[in-house]
């Protein structure tokens, strides 16, 4: 139910625009939320919109909140939110709400006022206008004074989740430095893929790593799309796309719209949404759209693409599904030998460390002692935790390995992207020690406030299952 807004929130760049305040309300949705209970496909729904610690929820205070939750939406990311992010933030806000009754927090008139006088947007020359605040919100402002008191309401049970949490000095040092300092690295790579051709295998073996393994075969959401298109190469082609998307909002369909002016109905065939869309190639926004569309619905806007513009209707979806084993036995082939491969390469990539760690201490190089065995030694350039290594892949645990060796000696193998890694640390890079005095404070803050914001997203996890929540209002 709420893997949409993990994926929504990975698409904004501008996640980190978002206040605070705003923060605390949303973010254990997005991060944590899993442990409550979708009723969207249950029959014979019930007149109220969820459930929580035994409390029924009605649709009003549910939409209340879903209008309240809307605005921060819109205001953090524009527009285009989807409605399920919409729903749990709502859902968040309220669950967080009820709670911080349940713990007898409470927010008094004053509070509410004194928040509301401090907005810029409500003063003049300095001081709060009450005609102003009046002829803004007119017929609005008791809605707005009552989110208000609710954002007070779930900041105080934020402040009393995270009273004690605390940082000292040497945590600041310690995350300064796994963030900034940097090492530089020799390392052999022992590549899975050399180790494919000594995967062993028959039919039964096949099948009984299909039937262990069948989450990973798992196909995701299809989509089948019919579309028009209008090539750039054509002359006119905007005017004409935009001519033909006229006639198919008016007429309803693409058939009618297209004979008219003598283009052709294509079909994708179905395709999931980390694929190439067929006979079009990449677009985000062509898969975006036809992921967020409805069976025989029709795209009102055009979609432009390097080749060209789309008119485009969703003409089938599929739910997904795990295929049968006759489907997918080229796949499971290939993610056998693949498996097997790691093993085996496991297993010879440890022989190859026991051998060379000992020459290496007896003051071997390490490029000799691994030569005979037809590795090549590389050198990483100084990287940190959040840099990328090419054929290792991100450099977290390549760097936190080179970190906790002595200079010179060598890892045992690492597990990386396209092989197994044996990594020797040559330099350490440190941190500005200038730097990180200028920079301490505010560095200490956000660690403060992650840290804080870890310990409140376990305390949200924890209200979920204790809440036994269910709710009716998903799609």
């Known amino acids: 139910m709420f893997s949409m807004?993990?994926?929504?929130?990975?698409?904004?760049?501008?996640?980190?625009?978002?206040?605070?305040?705003?923060?605390?309300?949303?973010?254990?949705?997005?991060?944590?939320w899993g442990a409550g209970t979708s009723a969207k496909n249950k029959d014979n729904k019930p007149d109220y919109a969820g459930k929580l610690f035994g409390k029924k929820i009605s649709y009003d205070d549910y939409s209340d909140m879903w209008n309240v939750s809307r605005d921060y939406a819109i205001k953090s990311f524009g527009n285009n939110v989807p409605v399920e992010v919409i729903d749990q933030m709502a859902w968040s806000r309220i669950i967080m709400t009820e709670e911080?009754?349940?713990e007898k927090l409470a927010v008094a008139d004053k509070e509410v006022v004194e928040k509301l006088t401090s907005f810029p947007m409500f003063q003049r020359n300095g001081s709060f206008d009450k005609k102003l605040y009046k002829s803004m919100l007119q017929d609005g402002a008791r809605a707005f004074e009552?989110?208000?008191?609710?954002d007070i309401l779930v900041s105080k049970l934020r402040d009393k989740v995270t009273y004690g949490v605390y940082i000292n000095d040497e945590d600041v040092k310690n995350e300064y430095k796994k963030k900034f300092e940097k090492i530089k690295s020799s390392y052999a790579l022992?590549?899975?893929?050399?180790?494919?051709?000594?995967?062993?295998?028959?039919?039964?073996?096949?099948?009984?790593?299909?039937?262990?393994?069948?989450?990973?075969?798992?196909?995701?959401?299809?989509?089948?799309?019919?579309?028009?298109?209008?090539?750039?190469?054509?002359?006119g082609a905007e005017e004409l796309a935009y001519k033909v998307l006229d006639q198919v909002s008016l007429k309803k369909n693409l058939e009618?719209?297209?004979?008219?002016?003598?283009?052709?109905?294509?079909?994708?065939?179905?395709?999931?949404?980390?694929?190439?869309?067929?006979?079009?190639?990449?677009?985000?926004d062509f898969i975006k759209t036809s992921f967020e569309m409805e069976k025989n619905q029709i795209n009102n806007m055009l979609i432009k693409t390097e080749k060209g513009f789309?008119?485009?209707?969703?003409?089938?979806?599929?739910?997904?599904?795990?295929?049968?084993?006759?489907?997918?036995?080229?796949?499971?082939?290939?993610?056998?030998?693949?498996?097997?491969?790691?093993?085996?390469?496991?297993?010879?990539?440890?022989?190859?460390?026991?051998?060379?760690?000992?020459?290496?201490?007896?003051?071997?190089?390490?490029?000799?002692?691994?030569?005979?065995?037809g590795l090549q030694v590389k050198q990483t350039d100084f990287i940190g935790r959040d840099g990328y290594v090419p054929e290792i892949g991100p450099s977290q645990e390549f760097v936190d390995k080179a970190f906790s060796?002595?200079?010179?000696?060598?890892?045992?193998?690492?597990?990386?992207?396209?092989?197994?890694?044996?990594?020797?640390?040559?330099?350490?890079?440190?941190?500005?020690?200038?730097k990180f005095i200028e920079e301490k404070e505010k560095f200490e803050e956000n660690l403060l406030a992650n840290k804080k914001e870890k310990e409140f997203n376990k305390y949200f996890q924890d209200i979920l299952k204790k809440a036994d929540f269910i709710s009716y209002t998903g799609k």
């Open 5 to 32: 807004l993990l994926k929504f929130l990975r698409k904004r760049k501008n996640m980190k625009r978002i206040m605070w305040g705003l923060a605390i309300l949303i973010i254990p949705a997005f991060v944590i």
């Open 100 to 102: 911080a009754k349940r």
């Open 146 to 150: 009552e989110k208000l008191r609710d």
């Open 190 to 235: 022992i590549p899975f893929s050399e180790y494919e051709k000594d995967a062993q295998y028959t039919d039964s073996g096949l099948l009984d790593f299909y039937e262990k393994n069948k989450a990973d075969f798992k196909k995701g959401e299809e989509v089948n799309i019919k579309y028009i298109e209008i090539p750039l190469s054509n002359p």
């Open 256 to 284: 009618e719209p297209a004979k008219a002016d003598s283009l052709e109905i294509k079909e994708t065939g179905f395709f999931s949404a980390n694929e190439e869309i067929p006979g079009v190639g990449w677009s985000f």
């Open 310 to 373: 789309y008119i485009i209707q969703l003409k089938d979806k599929k739910e997904p599904y795990i295929p049968d084993y006759a489907k997918v036995k080229d796949s499971v082939k290939k993610a056998f030998i693949k498996d097997a491969a790691i093993k085996i390469s496991g297993e010879k990539s440890e022989k190859i460390y026991l051998d060379i760690s000992g020459r290496v201490k007896a003051n071997e190089k390490f490029e000799d002692a691994v030569k005979e065995y």
């Open 405 to 434: 060796l002595t200079m010179g000696d060598i890892s045992g193998p690492l597990k990386a992207l396209q092989g197994w890694v044996i990594i020797q640390p040559l330099e350490i890079k440190p941190i500005d020690e200038v």
